[in-house]
T-cell receptor, first 112, second 116 residues
Framework: GENVEQHPSTLSVQEGDSAVIKCTYS??????FPWYKQELGKRPQLIID?????GEKKDQRIAVTLNKTAKHFSLHITETQPEDSAVYFC???????????FGKGTSLLVTP | GAVVSQHPSWVICKSGTSVKIECRSL??????MFWYRQFPKQSLMLMAT?????????EQGVEKDKFLINHASLTLSTLTVTSAHPEDSSFYIC????????????FGEGSWLTVV
């Protein structure tokens, strides 16, 4: 099945700096890669996603890049703010059944 | 946007009893719903895929007789934790795929289960 690796597990940055989280996937058939932000005890919130026919997507301070050849995708957050502090999960579609397979998560802390 | 409602949001039950968690898509039809379990400070682990009108597909290591899943309609899936034990205490969360928009997946609010 699909295996999604996510790094780093924890990330601490100063407010205003950029944060980058990287994920790799194993199944070359995966074609949808969403990123979720989860605050403690709450549901994951979709923050950005990318499909396999696109190499990069940007939404204000958030961007995602995809390298299909290398099977890795990354989340970039610029001008970080304390409210960006949360756990971020990458995911990949596990085959045609549309079950998301999640990475282990990255706990991001943005300090003022 | 589309809404997935999950109920109850938290529940405490005695060891050996059963607990049912409901997942409803409020404004769209979901042919497929997914159930995840999340332990503290860990990722979401897929438990099973629930298809409307058919048996659920369970992930390896998930006991289908313990975690009963029913997807009787296009808007409702239920997860019943039978003979619950303290080690079943976890955050259970469902997600649903909108059959019209295709890939978009929406999450329920999650249910905290504590077995005492």
């Amino acid at each position: 099945g699909e295996n999604v690796e996510q790094h780093p597990s924890t990330l601490s940055v100063q407010e205003g700096d950029s944060a980058v989280i990287k994920c790799t996937y194993s199944d070359s058939a995966s074609n949808y890669f969403p990123w979720y932000k989860q605050e403690l005890g709450k549901r994951p919130q979709l923050i950005i996603d990318i499909r396999s026919n696109v190499g990069e997507k940007k939404d204000q301070r958030i961007a995602v890049t995809l390298n299909k050849t290398a099977k890795h995708f990354s989340l970039h957050i610029t001008e970080t703010q304390p409210e960006d502090s949360a756990v971020y999960f990458c995911a990949a579609i596990k085959g045609s059944g549309y079950a998301l397979n999640f990475g282990k998560g990255t706990s991001l802390l943005v300090t003022p | 946007g589309a809404v997935v409602s999950q109920h109850p949001s938290w529940v405490i039950c005695k060891s050996g009893t059963s607990v049912k968690i409901e997942c409803r898509s409020l404004d769209f039809q979901a042919t497929t719903m997914f159930w995840y379990r999340q332990f503290p400070k860990q990722s979401l682990m897929l438990m099973a895929t629930s298809n409307e009108g058919s048996k659920a597909t369970y992930e390896q290591g998930v006991e289908k007789d313990k975690f009963l899943i029913n997807h009787a309609s296009l808007t409702l899936s239920t997860l019943t934790v039978t003979s619950a034990h303290p080690e079943d205490s976890s955050f259970y969360i469902c997600s649903a795929r909108d059959r019209v928009t295709g890939n978009t997946i929406y999450f329920g609010e999650g249910s905290w289960l504590t077995v005492v």
